[in-house]
């Protein structure tokens, strides 16, 4: 039985956290892609390694084959853009299996999927419409969630409300830099702002630093709330009177260990002190009462003495006494902290609040910024489509169409939506429209129910692995959603780890044994639903030295006093725990197997089965320090790397500017012991010493700047690289000599580039500096040494979605402080309220760092869930008596005692009652085991290539299928050759002197590539003419010129029998040099032979003359050319074709029967149809509301040797046109079935 849920008033959007989460334990049935109605809204709940991707494509197959949609009609969205070619290529092959497979698999009846689209849909017709999809599938409507929106505001810009020009920029910051750059020197320059000046760069010195302080904040939606001086005094005057009253509850204890313990003077002088504390205490009190405190706290002065460490007890029977004395003088420590730090914290409440006023005009400034400029931002991008939605004045319409041309959605990685994109969706297959009318919600139900009925919508996730709240993911949307859905089903079988494996994590997550209830474990109500372990799940183990190993392995290390630096573990006990997670790795590469008991085979443990998974890059360098400590190769995945702030650049720079200005010496000799010469201290010093050494190395170094002068950047990189890269070079700033050399071929790779547009050398490097210095300005992630085998080392957040064999997690018992960005405070506070709307505060905010803190120690936990569900076989987990232990992620989800991992250790073992194996290691005397690499020489082979070349696929051209060249390749603009060159008849005129030929063909064309139609420059036309040797005559020349320029100037018939010349053309209504390319599917020539057959019966030809194509065979791969000309004349489009073809020697053979003739003796008139495909495919993608009727024009084609010679009276006497021009309008059928032939359709319209 399918769960469907009630669902009340669906206006009513955001509704109470706990309401929430106690909906989301709702139950859930189990996923079965063949069954899943196909309308509707769902929630799919899918657990790492349940297959998630594999049911998309099942469910994309039936809104196919069964709804009858389109790949163009089905929207799916995804989060990353690699998520999305994965998905397409994941679609791409599951279609083209269900077609090859169709019939075997739709009669096999333990296919339930194949087995009921059988039932159901006839095979032909199945066939037809996978066929179709395959072919429109670069067509496919998949794309990221900006992608989506960027697509939706510029094929929808009038509905949006977005400027048709309006440029899309992947990083905003320098407007925001710009806009409070300028907040600063307004403030520095009006004198009435001074004070105001100092206070906020007193704590904020630089525009900089306020942008890296409040740039969340600014882009953020909701104004921050800052803490009043009042509250800050009141807190103040509480921890005050908390102190007098610990030190009145506990005045016995007191006097008897710090003052009755003393006699005589000694014990006088304790009295003393001990009343002075308290009447200082009260004193400070009162004046707090009083409201005036400025005075007091300055000259207040409280001698803590009385309560210093040193006094307490120090005898080994004292010791419940002296924690005793300890907790009654926690608030007075406590205080002296808070009154040391007061006044400064006085001026900071003081500057936050002139922040919060700043953040409201920034957020205005910016906007103003990007819309005098017309760009639009990521973020932009999703709140300009949310505004327009949701509370535009074309809300209605919009909505309505995208309903229709996206009836089917499918959101994969939902977990880490917002509640902004969470808006977009709901507005189109939700009725949760703000500005419905109250009066009306009774007809809010049906319609509601309606648009389910219409619509299908698919948000598919796990909650539990929301771990990306730092860039805004939000798992309160999630929660949200889940309320509103018709449907909820879960994945409940793992198909990735072995099952041992999966057992282990079911107890870790579930808490107790699997017979007990579930624990809140990930926060908000999210609980650990067991999954099943797939068919097969226990064929593989792994065996360490002869014995099957534990699935989870828990590893303890014990500390001793030494570890202990300022009362707390420290980096050295993370080294030491690197150390023992090194040799485990190489007795696993040693001792270890992988067996398939199913197939009874067996492998050695390979480097690249092993992951190590951290939090950060400071873990990272743990691990592969102690990696290389034991000669083990490892590369470091980091979730986002960019190469351009690698310190590798710096080092690049200077070496190429060495090598343009040799001479500076100061540069020199530091790039000379940098990483591209590697020179050594004895090196430098003979170098020094020897002139003509130096001499030498200077001609060098001359002699590369010539190379790149002479040659281009790349091949003086290589000489670079090949003659001077050291080959013992080490930095542990750069890496290893492998990492270097992998980021030099990309720099030089990167460069090259640039050098295109940036080809001096002092431009290039200029520029290339800029781009280091902003490295945001382009994406340019670091790659991987190689390919080899090697162990891998990635963030937790980086191995989302991959598996590994064996998995290690060193550091997960490590607590991070939410409230600290590393050693500092947060300023800036962001939490759910208990409503789930985000709440931000400046400072201090109790309530909100308590949520803030909660919200963060959850996401952790989901962050292990993510690292553990890694593992296919084993899974090592580290601890360690770290501060605040209880907190990490490893800590909560044991249910921790502080300090008592084995226990906890043990208590998780008993409840999982196998496949846990506890270790208990004394970090003490570790010593890394240096594994001997056994890598046998291997002789340098080309590599083979194993891939399938379809040998029917191939690139043509108009020209290739008229030439009968089948592989004629990519082609050029067309161009007249000399075999079409007529009889040479002498005439008197300019163009008689005009040689014949394709030299005179490729002039003319570029010429008018080049020229301006509505302004021809004439000196210019002159000196092209003169520069080819065509006219050597100054008449002649002269004449040249004067024809072209009348050749602009002539009128010609266009369509509706408008007269236009190229002359009226101005550059933007004229696209020059069009490339295009489109697909072409298996058509047969034969079929295009018959086709401009009957095209040209239609014009007229005499039935006998046969169009028959030189080519043979069948067609598949693209279509490939360059139209001359794209020009827009009254609202429609054109395709102009030049030709130099020289027909003859009067007016009438250029006229219009003559020009037909020679159009279809040489297929010009295939040409045109092609041409004009091409053109009507691209403005379909360009014109939102396309109507061939309304903006296709026609295809003219210009003989230019017929044109601009007859009189102005004379011009028409042609026929229909001027003499030198043909003009075919094209109706809308010819080219519907072309574009049906090129599809690999036969089916053919009488015309």
Known sequence: MIPRLKRNNLVQFRTDSQQLSQEHQQTFAPLQSEFIPLSGSHLIEASAGTGKTYNITRIYLRLLLEKGLSVENILVMTFTKAATEEIRGRIDEFLRQAFTHWDEWTQDVSNPLFYE????????????GLKLALLQLDDAAIFTIHGFCKRVLSQHAFASGVSFNAAMETDDQEYYLQTIQDLYRQLAAVEERQQEFALISQFWPSPEAFYQSFIGVCRARQSPKVETVEAKIDDLRQLIDRCLQSLTDNEPLIAEHLIDNKT???????????????????????????????????????????????????AKDKQADKKALQIAFAPLNE???????????????????????????????????????????????????????????????????????????????????????????????????????????????????????????????????????FRGGDIFTYLQAASLVSYRWVMDTNWRSSAAMIHAYNVFFYGNSLASKSRDIFGYSIGYQPVNAAPGADNEVLVINGKESAAMQGVHFNHNDCDISRGQLGKDFSQKMSTWLSNQISQLLLQGTIVDRNQNTSRPVQPSDIAILVRDGGQAGYVLAALQENNLDAVYKSERSNLLQHPICNALVDALKTIITPEDERRLYGTLAGPFFGFSPRQLQQLQQDERLWERLVQDLQALHQTWQKRGFMPMAMKLLHDYFPQQYQSELLGSRERMLTNCIHLFEILQGLSQQHRHPIQLISHFEYLCQNPQMVETELRLESDSDLIQVVTQHGSKGLEYPIVFVPFACIHKDPLKAGIRTREVLSAHNEQGDVELALGANDALAKAMCDEQYAEDTRLLYVALTRAKLQCYLFSA????????????????????????????????????????????????????????????????????????????????????????????????????????????????????????????????????????????????LQNARLADDENVLQGLTDWLVACLAQPFHVADKSVCRLASLTKERALKELEFYFPVSSVKVQAISQYLQRFRGALGADAGYKAMLPTRGDIQGMMHGFIDLVFEHDGKYYVCDYKSSYLGDHFENYDAKSLQQHMFDNFYDLQALIYSLALHRYLQTRIEDYCFEQHFGGAVYLYLRGMGQAPEANMFASGDNSYGVYFNPLSEPWLTELDHLIAGHEECIEG
């Open 117 to 128: 689209l059988g039932q159901k849909i006839p095979a032909d017709k199945a066939k037809l």
């Open 264 to 314: 005589g003077k000694a014990r006088d002088e304790r009295e003393l002190e001990f009343s002075t504390l308290i009447q200082a205490l009260q004193l400070a009190g009162n004046g707090l009462k009083n409201g005036d405190i400025s005075q007091e706290i300055d000259d207040l002065v409280i001698d803590f003495r009385f309560c210093g460490a040193a006094r307490l007890p120090k």
């Open 335 to 469: 205080l002296k902290k808070v009154i040391d730090g007061f006044a400064q914290a006085i001026e900071k409440i003081q500057a936050y609040d002139y922040v919060a006023q700043y953040i409201d005009n920034i957020r205005v400034k910016v906007h103003m910024l990007k819309s005098d400029r017309q760009v639009l931002s990521f973020d932009d991008l999703i709140a300009t489509l949310e505004n327009a939605l949701l509370s535009g004045s074309h809300r209605h319409f919009l909505q309505q169409q995208l309903r229709k041309q996206y009836p089917a959605a499918l959101v994969d990685e939902f977990q880490d939506t917002d509640a902004g994109q969470f808006n977009i969706l709901s507005s189109l297959y939700f009725n949760t429209d703000s500005n419905t009318d109250s009066n009306s919600n009774s007809e809010i139900g049906s319609d509601s129910q309606h648009l389910q009925q219409e619509t299908a919508l698919y948000l598919i996730g796990d909650p539990k692995q929301a771990i990306y709240g």
């Open 881 to 1024: 008596d770290f501060k605040d232990s209880a907190k990490s992620p490893l800590g909560r989800a044991l249910d921790l005692v502080e300090g008592n991992y084995p226990d906890a250790w043990r208590q998780y073992a008993n409840h999982c009652q196998h496949g846990v194996e506890l270790s208990v290691i004394d970090a003490e005397n570790l010593e890394p085991q240096v594994y001997q690499v056994n890598k046998a020489s291997m002789a340098l082979q080309a590599a083979q290539f194993r891939g399938r070349i379809e040998r029917d696929w191939w690139l043509t051209s108009f020209s290739g299928l008229t030439r009968g060249h089948r592989h004629y390749g990519l082609s050029d603009p067309d161009r007249l050759d000399a075999n079409q060159i007529g009889q040479d008849i002498e005439r008197t005129t300019a163009i008689s002197k005009l040689p014949k030929g394709a030299k005179t063909g490729n002039l003319l064309h570029d010429i008018l590539e080049h020229l301006d139609f509505s302004q021809p420059d004439t000196q210019w036309i002159a000196n092209r």
